[in-house]
T-cell receptor, first 113, second 110 residues
Framework: TQLLEQSPQFLSIQEGENLTVYCNSSSVFSSLQWYRQEPGEGPVLLVTVVTGGEVKKLKRLTFQFGDARKDSSLHITAAQPGDTGLYLCAGEGEETSGSRLTFGEGTQLTVNP | DVKVTQSSRYLVKRTGEKVFLECVQDMDHENMFWYRQDPGLGLRLIYFSYDVKMKEKGDIPEGYSVSREKKERFSLILESASTNQTSMYLC?????????FGSGTQLSVL
């Protein structure tokens, strides 16, 4: 079974601060996805990274896939209270198919005004 | 946008009851999934299906079964609910790697 470890599990910061969430594994993934989930809702896909070393930006969010495709990071610049939520990384293994994903435990982010 | 609809947002059942969780998607996706989500454990895959009448076990299938009689509908069945099945259940469908989730069903088994 492939495992994805996310850190930190909880993060509470002030509005305007920067933060980074990490997602690490000893396994290689063919792709890695980041989701955001709000209370009472299902996860919503933010981005998919496929190529080792790939960097994608979504407004103030920057996603990076490690060169070896075993790890990823999410960096938020100048966090806003609206960024509060549960962030999940999920990897699709090289041996699997059909969008079967392994999820990390999640990072609960709270941005205080 | 894909819409994945789960029939109930909240359910309270008693130990030993048979429980049905229903999920419907409106985008003709072939792949459908059932996960449970527990604090500190992330999402764990229970069962998935690549086609009508086809099902495969995920990582934690024990105590669950599924049914996919029509492409748009994927049902999760708890034959005899137990307290350790209290959880948030999430249904998802996907096509070409893009996955969409329902809003979840919070099931409490007393």
């Amino acid at each position: 079974t492939q495992l994805l470890e996310q850190s930190p599990q909880f993060l509470s910061i002030q509005e305007g601060e920067n933060l980074t969430v990490y997602c690490n594994s000893s396994s290689v993934f063919s792709s890695l996805q980041w989701y955001r989930q709000e209370p009472g809702e299902g996860p919503v896909l933010l981005v998919t990274v496929v190529t080792g070393g790939e960097v994608k930006k979504l407004k103030r969010l920057t996603f990076q896939f490690g060169d070896a495709r075993k790890d990823s990071s999410l960096h938020i610049t100048a966090a806003q209270p609206g960024d509060t939520g549960l962030y999940l990384c999920a990897g699709e293994g090289e041996e699997t198919s059909g969008s079967r994903l392994t999820f990390g435990e999640g990072t609960q982010l709270t941005v205080n005004p | 946008d894909v819409k994945v609809t789960q029939s109930s947002r909240y359910l309270v059942k008693r130990t030993g009851e048979k429980v049905f969780l229903e999920c419907v998607q409106d985008m003709d996706h072939e792949n459908m999934f059932w996960y449970r989500q527990d604090p500190g454990l992330g999402l764990r895959l229970i069962y998935f299906s690549y086609d009508v009448k086809m099902k495969e076990k995920g990582d934690i299938p024990e105590g669950y079964s599924v049914s996919r009689e029509k492409k748009e509908r994927f049902s999760l069945i708890l034959e005899s609910a137990s307290t350790n099945q209290t959880s948030m259940y999430l249904c998802a469908s996907s096509l070409m790697g893009r996955k969409a989730f329902g809003s979840g069903t919070q099931l409490s088994v007393l």
